[in-house]
């Protein structure tokens, strides 16, 4: 078992429409997490951190954390085209430097 | 405004011969990462580096090695660069345990 696992997409969405990440990790003691955002061929941008169950929203974004079950999702309200890039999604163990990421996944907002 | 800047953005090499990456941040940051990316396996790290005087390994830090200037340089060194070092290279800072990795704007490395 990875880590911390995403499906690697692409998922397509339309214009408008709320698309939904998901990811999932192994490390029960983890205690950060955070969701970037990749253009190809681009450095990952930081979308959203989040710590405590539940959700954080921030514009567009929320980002919905389940300790228990042990994944962290990111919805992305009105879809637009230019949001069509690779997601990633990154987690800390507890007291640790290490920072695991998934491999992502690809989004395709269709106009 | 790139806060975290690596030098040089694409670079074409051969096998064989050393080379150095280098990053500068004007962040104030005492952390500093190098990631490799390559499609399909995700970012992984290389080194770290928490202070001037602290290096640590990585995950896959064979053949390269690290250099912390300054609290603002970190500079990674492929020793003898191999094909299978062709990848798109990160340097990456952040402020504390538990805070969000803040990335440069990436080098791609083709060896030949």
Request: hydrophobic share 30%; aromatic share 10%; glycine share 8%.
């Given at each position: 078992?990875?880590?911390?696992?995403?499906?690697?997409?692409?998922?397509?969405?339309?214009?408008?429409?709320?698309?939904?990440?998901?990811?999932?990790?192994?490390?029960?003691?983890?205690?950060?997490?955070?969701?970037?955002?990749?253009?190809?061929?681009?450095s990952?941008?930081?979308?959203?951190?989040?710590?405590?169950?539940?959700?954080?929203?921030?514009?567009?974004?929320?980002?919905?954390?389940?300790?228990?079950?042990?994944?962290?999702?990111?919805?992305?309200?009105?879809?637009?085209?230019?949001?069509?890039?690779?997601?990633?999604?990154?987690?800390?163990g507890?007291?640790?430097?290490?920072?695991?990421?998934?491999?992502?996944?690809?989004?395709?907002?269709?106009? | 405004?790139?806060?975290?800047?690596?030098?040089?953005?694409?670079?074409?090499?051969?096998?064989?011969?050393?080379?150095?990456?280098?990053?500068?941040q004007?962040?104030?940051?005492?952390?500093?990462?190098?990631?490799?990316?390559?499609?399909?396996?995700?970012?992984?790290l290389?080194?770290?580096?928490?202070?001037?005087?602290?290096?640590?390994?990585?995950?896959?830090?064979?053949?390269?090695s690290?250099?912390?200037?300054?609290?603002?340089?970190?500079?990674?060194?492929?020793?003898?660069?191999?094909?299978?070092?062709?990848?798109?290279?990160?340097?990456?800072?952040?402020?504390?345990?538990?805070?969000?990795?803040?990335?440069?704007n990436?080098?791609?490395?083709?060896?030949?």
């Amino acid at each position: 078992q990875k880590e911390v696992e995403q499906n690697s997409g692409p998922l397509s969405v339309p214009e408008g429409a709320i698309a939904s990440l998901n990811c999932t990790y192994s490390d029960r003691g983890s205690q950060s997490f955070f969701w970037y955002r990749q253009y190809s061929g681009k450095s990952p941008e930081l979308i959203m951190s989040i710590y405590s169950n539940g959700d954080k929203e921030d514009g567009r974004f929320t980002a919905q954390l389940n300790k228990a079950s042990q994944y962290v999702s990111l919805l992305i309200r009105d879809s637009q085209p230019s949001d069509s890039a690779t997601y990633l999604c990154a987690v800390q163990g507890s007291g640790t430097y290490k920072y695991i990421f998934g491999t992502g996944t690809r989004l395709k907002v269709l106009a | 405004d790139a806060d975290v800047t690596q030098t040089p953005r694409n670079r074409i090499t051969k096998t064989g011969k050393r080379i150095m990456l280098e990053c500068s941040q004007t962040k104030g940051h005492d952390r500093m990462y190098w990631y490799r990316q390559d499609p399909g396996l995700g970012l992984r790290l290389i080194y770290y580096s928490f202070d001037v005087k602290d290096i640590n390994k990585g995950e896959i830090s064979d053949g390269y090695s690290v250099s912390r200037q300054a609290q603002a340089k970190f500079s990674l060194s492929l020793e003898s660069a191999i094909p299978n070092q062709t990848a798109l290279y990160f340097c990456a800072t952040s402020e504390a345990n538990n805070s969000p990795l803040h990335f440069g704007n990436g080098t791609r490395l083709t060896v030949t």
